[in-house]
Each structure stands twice: as C-alpha cells, then as structure tokens.
C-alpha cells in the first residue's frame, strides 16, 4: 500500500488528505475517516449474496496501515462505521481493535449506525450525535442549514466523474470541499461512488494508488 | 378409431362451420399429429390462426378420449407477452362455451390478483395461460409438482420471440421441469417464420423419446410496401432531418384509412412524432394516442382497448407494439425511419391487415434521403425470403443458477437427477461436471472463495439428500427476483397530485433539475422532486422541454438487412425500372459517384478528407453500429500503431468516422495491411476495454445470478442495506474469484454479442477478397455526412447543430 498526502488547509487549520480514503488532523493526533460499513459483507452473505470477507480484511489492513504511519491515538469516525446487524465481521472488527492499545474511537453516529447500546458500549466508543472540535463541527450527513459552521460530514460517498475524449468516462472516489463544508469519500472499497451534487463551487481531491488530484468546477 | 371419422373432429368442424369457417389444411395437420401423440412446431404467419391449430388440438383429443384427462391442469400456454394471454383467455374461453365444454380458462402472471392465485393453487383451471418467469414462479412453490402431474400439452406461443434471448433458455428449463412431473407430456411449439427453422425446432424439442413433425402453413400473407418520398431529394442527407417536412406526407395517410399504426424506432422519437403529428393537425386530439414501454400500464392498457374497437385513428409507438393482441380496425402502418432489421419489419407491417385474406400495407418513411436504399434492400430480402436467424443462447450460468435456487425454494432438488436432466437441454447439452459443481458450490458456499463462512447458507443440503433454502427471507427475496428481464434503473413519474405518467430512466432524471421541463407520454412536465424511486411533476406551460431519451433505444442493423443494403447501394447506379427509391435517389448517387465513389458488392470504401477541424477517415463496412464500434477501435489501434494519434471516433449503421488533429498515415501502400484479417481477435482485444464491456454484460448476469438485488421502481421498501452495483460486484470478484463462472459468462457474451466476433470475422474475410478503394474527397459526401452530424451531435447542444449543419453544408457545396 502506497500513502500519499496533499495538505490543504482550511479555517487557518492544517488537514492532510491521504490517497488511503482518511484524512490526518496533526494538530489533534488523529484520523477523520468516515463509512466503513463493517459488516456489510456479512449481511450480504447472510442474505443469499456471496461476497468475500477479504475485502474487510484488507480495508482493516489499509486502516492499521494510515494509524502506524501517522502514529495517531484517536480515531474520528464521522458516521455509518457499522453497515446493519451484529455479525462476524463485526466480531472480527472487534479481535483487530483488541491489537491498539489506547486509542480512542469517537464515532458520529451516521444513519446505518444501529447496532444496540450495549453492543456500542461493548466496544468502548464515544458515541456522538453531533461534535464540535473548533473550528469544525462534525455531523454525519452535510446540511445546509447550519450556515454559521464548517462542517466535515460524510455519507454520501462522493465521487467524481471525468468525460475525456471519444466518450471517455472516468469514475474516481475524493473529497469534496466547499467553503462550508467537507465531505469525506467513504473508506470501505466496498462502497459505490455517488457522481451527483446539487452544491456549486466545489473542490474535488480524487485519488488513484498513485496520485491524488485537484478539480476545481 | 380413425381420426378422421372421430367424434372430435365432427364437433369441430361442425363448430367451425357454423361461423362458416373450415380448417386450414395446417391445422387438420396439427390436430391429426397431436391425435398421434406427436410434439411438434407449427410455423405459420399471423391471423391464419395458429393458436387454435394447437389449442383444438387439445379439446378434439380430449373429446375423443375424456377418460385420459383427470380433473386439473390439462393445457399449460406460455406466452411471452402478458397483453397476449389476456385476449387469447377471452377467445379460448368463447371457443370452450361455443362447443360446450365445461373447462375453465385462466390467466395467471404478474398482473394477477393474489385471491385469483391463492384460488389457482387450491384448484388449477384446465386451460392456464402464462409466461416462462410465471412458470418458474410457480416451481418455487411448495409442493408444486401436484399441480403438473397431469398436464398433456404445453403450447410455447411466439417461440421465435424467446429464442434467442436468456427468457428462451427459461422455457426450456420449465420444459424439462415439467416433463419430470409429466413424463407423457407433448410440447408443441408456435413460431412466425425465422431463418433458423430447423434449428428452433431441435431447441425446443432435443428430447430424443418424443416424436416430433413441424408443420408449415402454406399459406402467405400478401404485403404491399409504400416508400414515401419526400418533395425534393437532399444530396447532403442527415438522420432526423426530414422529419418536420414529411409530417405532411403521413396526415393524408392516416386521414386515408380507418386506424394506422405509426412506428419509431425508439421512445424519444415516438415522443417527438407524436408533437410534430399534432401541431400539425390539432384536431387529431384524442383521437391519436402515443404508447410506448415507459407510459403507464393503465393508460397503455386503455389504448390498446381504443385501438382494438376502433375508437382511436392513429397510434404512434415503438417495438412496445411489435407483438400482441391482433387489432382487427388497424388497416395500415407506417415506419418512420429505418427499421434495422428484415424479421421486424415484416412482423410490423403483419400488424395491419390482420384477417387471413386481407393484404398488410406499409408505409415507409425515411428520415433521411439514404434510408431509401434500405427500403430498396428490404423489399428484396423479402422477395428472397431471407429472414433473420435467431441463435440461440448456451451455458447461461446465470440463469441455470437462478433455476437450481427456484427448485430449492420449492421441492428441493437432488443434484445427479437434476445434472442429468439439465444436460438433455439444448442450452445445457455441453455443461461439465465441474461446472455443475462450481453452479452448486455457488449457491451453498457462495463461490469456491466463500468455504468457510457459517452464515451464508442459502441453499443446504437437506437431510433427505435435496437442496433446499430453509430461510423465508432469502425465499422471499429470490422470489422477487426470478425471471431474466432486467429492465434500466426506471423510476416512476407522478403528478404532485396524484396518478401516474409512466417511467423514466435514472440516468435521464439525474441530469434534470427541479423545473426543468420534460415530455413523457405526448404531456409537457414540470420537474418537481425525486422521492422514493419516483419522480413527481406537474403540469408544465413551458413552450421548449426536453424529450427524454432512452439507454435501451438503439438497435443495430442486422447482418441480413446490411448485406442486402450493399447490393442496393452498388445497384444505385444503375436502378431497376421499377426500383423508384434507387431511381429517386439518382442525385444523391452521382454526387458520391462523382466526389468520390460508390462500392460495388466487391468492392470497400475508405474516405479520407481534410477539413477545418482536422483530418478524418471514413470506412463504410454496413455492418450496424455495434459492429462499427468495435471495428472503429481496432481500426485506431492499428493506425497508431504507425504514429501515435489521439481519435475522436463516430460511428452509425453505415461506416464510422475516425477524426484526428494530425494527419491519418493512411495510404494505398498500407490500407490493405490496415483492413487485414490476420491477427483479427489480437488486436481487437488489444484495442478495446474488455474490461469495462464485460463489467457492463455483468449487469445482467449480476441480477439474474441475483448478486444484486433490484429495487422495484416507486415502492418504500427497496432493501436499501442489500444495494450494491453490478459493477462494484465485478471488481471484488475479479479481484478475489477471477476464476468465476459468471465472470467468465459476461467476457463470453461481449465477445458473442458486443463484439459479434462471428460477424467481424466474416466482414474481415468480406474485406480480404474486395478490391479496396480509397478516394481523398475534396468535403463531404453523401455517405460520409451523416457520420459527421452524428458525432456533432454527440459534442453539441441543439440550438446550435442546425446553424453549424447549415454552414457545413454551403461549405460543401462551394465546391460545385
């Protein structure tokens, strides 16, 4: 796996935007992250739809991969970090947190986040609606109604869409950046990408295992 | 007891006399035969009346001897159309009362009513009509088999229609199902005339114990063939252009006779037609109505009913018409532009005239001036009887996976007994037992991958030694899914304030915003908000509004109708007396002849002219636009192979157009290596993204193997944690089970339909033996400039094509 960074900043404040689908936050030692969907394979399976568990295993592996490298002892997940049930995958999320000695998981409950509050408890996760860490607040879903904030959300798993000659299209996965807000692609492979907006004015950072790239609209 | 002197077949003629009518010498064929315990096919044009050769077939055998036919399921009729079942009940059940029988007739399918099934399933009428994903439906029910125990005959209507496709490998699979249920079955099949005769038959019926006849109905339906032309001819022709101009030819048509039927090839033409039809002629409110697959059912089923009692004067519409119910008022059709293919066509123009001593009359409107030279090759492919093959479709896994969870949903299945039945179908005939194995590991363990996952247990081996699915849920979701129709992520369109307008394709909506204006089902709509998988609008005064256009529309010409259409165009020259398209066409001709040159049936074109926006190669091979797509590319590919260049490609039925910024190395030394056939397959995998053609066959394959779970348009509850796309699915599996069946199924259908490597081939050998000709053209041509407008089209918005096509145009003509 190939780490690449571009820092950008916004609010005065310093991000650095990794090509691995999470961005690191030096000043407060941790990694914003947003819909890992655990479980999701397994719910699939246990529906009838096979699909293996090694793609969680590997986005697991990408995610030990940005907490070494960056050395960061708090996870922000701004949402969805669980897909439906409790199930195998979740047990297997759970033996590979088990390895992390002191890192603290804050989760921004997103709409998939349904597990019961024993379970959450079970896992020693800060559960939050709603989080302010100046200068910006994190929600799960963007909205525009809150016009006094800077808001860094998730959910929608962004994506961009590149037409190129002869019919040529091009989907890549990136973060989305307006002057109110900044929405993180998601961080599970398993995941589609979502090409349409109805905001104006945005930034797009796609990324390739090669390369991270800016499109202004 | 001798047939001919039997008790049953006095009735019948005695019934059919008294409407003073006798059985064709078909039917008295079919009737004797099925006596005789013969399966068989009946091939026979429309309105002659093939149903009732196999439908009476049934009640003289059960007249002559009642005693065989126990109380239950006697006829199984599958259809491949629910609107034909409807109207096909309503004729049996009169022929049932009329001779005094006491059967009952029903229909069962999508549209039937949960009481009218659960009654169905209690006690099964005599006669059922239904469809191959209806069948297999009703083997995902328990205890299933007492319901076929005593079938004696299944009729497969329009079987040329589901050959060919996965929906005829469904009808096989539901053959050998019930023939397992009903050993002494007789399986009759019904089928208009196809290329392939022979070889439906042997699809239809491979079972080497039944004795089997195919009948063939001498008689032949009379068909006139009209070519309108237009008022002057345009030397520079484009698609779409003549429509405004030819509205004025059609009015008189259908002010001529007592209802037309006006046919488009897609649904955004229809749309338009229907506009320009009526802003020509207001008073035709009312009385002309526009159908097509995407207006509601309701309003489809009301127009359907208007046209059959002869309410409606005219009905613009699309293939969505193509089959069904006979609509005895309709007198006269017409076709608006080309209609790609030779079997089409005639199955269009039989939608007129429809009694058995009528003549079908057609109408042929051209939307541009090159459209004649097909209508040329149709009428002599038709006088040479030389109609489209439909081949039939092989190891769909997809689809035999599928069929393995219906059983397993219903009675269980025990593996060996279900392999060695499998294997008797055609479309199964060479399937391995690894194969077999890998199709029973994927739906136990999910794929070879997915050994040791506990919870997906789809289908388990029950104690009892069958394959079953113990869960409701996934029963229930597999049941939602079965059948092989994947239709385009549709949504519904709704008025604010209520009732529906029909559907409309995801990828058209998205790049509306709210108020934008629209037009679906001939009305003016006013984007309101997308909510649940539906679109709600309202009523829009907007002058100017889009007309949708649909993924699915673009057929391409067959490989008959091109060949016909080469030998047209190099007759052009020197047209028939009686040949009055060629003779119109004259001018068209001689200025190709004179700028550049017409092939003859041994010859190849290759175009090259230099204009302002650079430098463009054109070839013609006709072989329909997705075979122009793949040659287009390996075409580039080789070129640049000798000087890297960047193309912009643009393609129609015709030829293709390569157009560069740089000159095009292309000359009489090289051409001929260019356009060789040698290493063809290489370089053509080589050139194109078989990647990315497969991903996109996988779509299919994905919801048929149900991989994917579709969400049905305008209902809440789509199982939104279950959604994934086909896509996403075939990156993991190409990256973790590159190995797979379905994986390798969709590289198999891109290579036998996306890139119709037969038919490459062939063009390539076509190729080799012509004399190659390459002419540097001073600007356009004829034949080159529809290729030109087409790919503008494909970069530039409309307002703006009809200024920059009337400047191409005078450039053109400078030269004169």
Same mark, same amino acid.
């Given at each position: 796996m190939n780490i690449l960074t571009k820092h950008i900043t916004i609010k005065n404040e310093e991000l650095t935007l990794t090509n691995q689908r999470a961005i690191y936050w030096k000043r407060e030692d941790a990694l914003i992250l947003s /819909?890992?969907?655990?479980g999701k394979t397994a719910h699939f399976r246990r529906h009838g739809i096979p699909v293996p568990d090694a793609i969680l295993l590997k986005d697991l592996a990408r995610l030990k991969s940005l907490i070494g490298y960056f050395k960061v002892n708090r996870l922000l997940i701004v949402g969805d970090l669980f897909h439906a049930e409790s199930n195998v995958d979740v047990q297997t999320f759970k033996k590979w947190l088990?390895?992390?000695?002191g890192i603290k998981l804050i989760l921004i409950k997103?709409?998939? /986040?349904?597990?019961s509050k024993s379970l959450m408890d079970d896992f020693n996760i800060q559960i939050e609606t709603e989080l302010i860490i100046e200068p910006f607040t994190f929600i799960h879903e963007y909205s525009e109604?809150?016009?006094d904030a800077f808001i860094i959300s998730g959910h929608t798993h962004p994506g961009v869409l590149l037409k190129g000659k002869g019919k040529q299209r091009l989907k890549l996965p990136c973060y989305q950046v307006t002057n109110d807000g900044l929405i993180l692609p998601a961080f599970s492979l398993f995941t589609g990408l979502n090409t349409r907006t109805k905001k104006s004015g945005i930034i797009s950072y796609a990324f390739l295992e090669s390369g991270i790239y800016k499109f202004t609209e | 007891m001798n047939f001919k002197e039997s008790e049953g077949l006095r009735i019948i003629n005695n019934w059919m006399a008294e409407k003073g009518q006798a059985p064709f010498p078909f039917q008295l064929q079919t009737w004797q035969r099925y006596a005789n315990g013969y399966s068989g096919m009946v091939i026979a044009p429309t309105g002659f009346g093939k149903t009732f050769s196999v439908f009476l077939a049934v009640v003289i055998d059960y007249l002559n001897h009642p005693e065989k036919y126990p109380k239950g399921l006697k006829l199984l009729w599958i259809s491949p159309l629910r609107s034909l079942a409807k109207d096909l009940a309503k004729a049996i059940t009169e022929a049932v009362d009329d001779i005094g029988l006491d059967w009952s007739v029903q229909v069962r399918n999508g549209d039937t009513p949960t009481s009218v099934r659960r009654k169905q399933e209690r006690l099964m009428p005599d006669v059922l009509l239904t469809t191959p994903e209806t069948m297999h439906l009703l083997f995902s029910q328990k205890k299933n088999s007492r319901w076929f125990k005593n079938v004696e005959c299944v009729a497969i209507d329009e079987w040329h229609e589901l050959l060919g496709n996965k929906r005829g490998v469904l009808t096989e699979l539901a053959i050998s199902q019930l023939r397992h249920h009903a050993p002494r079955l007789r399986i009759w099949g019904i089928t208009a005339t196809i290329g392939n005769l022979e070889e439906a038959k042997n699809v239809l019926l491979p079972y080497q114990d039944l004795k089997v006849i195919h009948i063939i109905a001498k008689q032949k339906k009379k068909l006139d063939i009209i070519s309108v032309l237009p008022d002057e001819i345009e030397v520079l022709p484009w698609a779409g252009h003549l429509g405004a101009k030819m509205v004025d030819k059609i009015l008189p048509i259908i002010a001529s006779n007592t209802t037309t039927l006006i046919f488009t090839n897609t649904r955004g033409q229809a749309e338009l037609w229907y506009q320009l039809l009526l802003s020509a002629q207001p008073d035709l409110a009312g009385l002309l109505a526009i159908h097509h697959g995407s207006i509601d059912k309701k309003l489809r089923n009301w127009i359907e009913d208007n046209i059959a009692s002869g309410y409606l004067k005219a009905v613009v519409c699309?293939?969505?018409?193509?089959?069904?119910?006979?609509?005895?008022?309709?007198d006269c059709v017409i076709q608006i532009g080309s209609v790609k293919g030779i079997a089409r066509f005639m199955q269009r123009a039989g939608?007129?005239?429809?009694?058995?001593?009528e003549r079908s009359k057609i109408y042929f409107v051209p939307t541009h001036s090159l459209e004649l030279v097909e209508i040329s090759a149709l009428k002599e492919a038709i006088r040479e009887n030389q109609i489209e093959s439909r081949d039939p479709m092989v190891l769909t896994f997809d689809v035999l996976v599928q069929f393995m969870v219906t059983l397993a949903v219903g009675e269980g299945f025990d593996s060996q007994e279900l392999l060695y039945r499998i294997q008797k179908t055609h479309a199964f005939h060479y399937i391995t037992e690894e194969d077999w194995q890998w199709c029973l590991n994927f739906i136990t363990k999910g794929g070879k991958t997915l050994n040791s996952y506990e919870e997906f247990h789809k289908v388990v081996l029950d104690e009892d030694g069958k394959y079953k699915v113990k869960s409701r849920r996934i029963s229930m979701l597999h049941r939602m899914n079965i059948g092989a129709i994947v239709s385009d992520v549709n949504l519904k369109v709704k008025y604010f304030s209520g009732g529906y307008i029909g559907m409309i394709e995801e990828f058209f909506v998205s790049k509306l915003k709210p108020g934008d204006s629209f037009i679906l089902a001939g009305r003016v709509l006013e984007l309101v908000q997308i909510k649940d998988m539906t679109v709600l609008v309202r009523r829009s005064k907007a002058k100017k509004a889009v007309s949708p256009s649909w993924l699915g529309g673009r057929l391409p010409l067959t490989s008959h109708l091109s060949h016909f259409l080469r030998l047209k165009l190099s007759d052009a020259l020197e047209p028939g007396r009686f040949e009055k398209e060629l003779r119109f066409l004259n001018p068209l001709v001689s200025r190709q002849e004179k700028h550049s040159h017409i092939p003859k049936a041994n010859e190849f074109l290759v175009e090259s002219i230099k204009t302002r926006d650079g430098y463009h190669l054109f070839m013609y091979p006709f072989e329909g636009r997705l075979v122009h797509e793949v040659f287009s590319a390996l075409i580039a590919y080789r070129i640049s192979k000798l000087k890297p260049l960047t193309f912009t490609i643009a393609m129609n039925d015709y030829g293709f157009e390569l157009l560069s910024d740089q000159p095009i190395p292309v000359n009489e030394e090289n051409i001929t290596e260019l356009l060789s056939k040698e290493r063809l397959m290489d370089d053509v995998i080589a050139s194109i993204n078989a990647s990315e053609m497969a991903s996109r066959k996988f779509r299919d394959i994905a919801v048929i193997a149900g991989l994917v779970v579709q969400s049905q348009p305008g209902t809440r509850k789509n199982n939104k944690s279950l959604q994934s796309s086909s896509g996403l699915i075939f990156r993991v599996l190409e990256d973790y089970e590159p190995d797979n069946l379905l994986l390798r199924q969709a590289y198999t259908e891109v290579f036998n339909q996306q890139l119709e490597e037969v038919r490459l081939q062939s063009a390539f050998e076509r190729i080799s033996k012509s004399n190659i000709i390459l002419k540097r053209a001073e600007s356009f041509t004829p034949l080159s400039f529809p290729l030109k407008v087409d790919s503008l089209r494909g970069t530039m918005s409309n307002e703006n094509l009809d200024k920059r096509i009337q400047r191409i145009k005078e450039q053109a003509f400078k030269i004169d």
């Open positions: /819909d890992i969907h655990i088990a390895q992390f000695e997103g709409n998939h /986040d349904r597990l109604e809150r016009h | 699309t293939s969505s018409l193509d089959l069904g119910v006979d609509f005895k008022p309709v939608r007129s005239g429809h009694s058995p001593f």
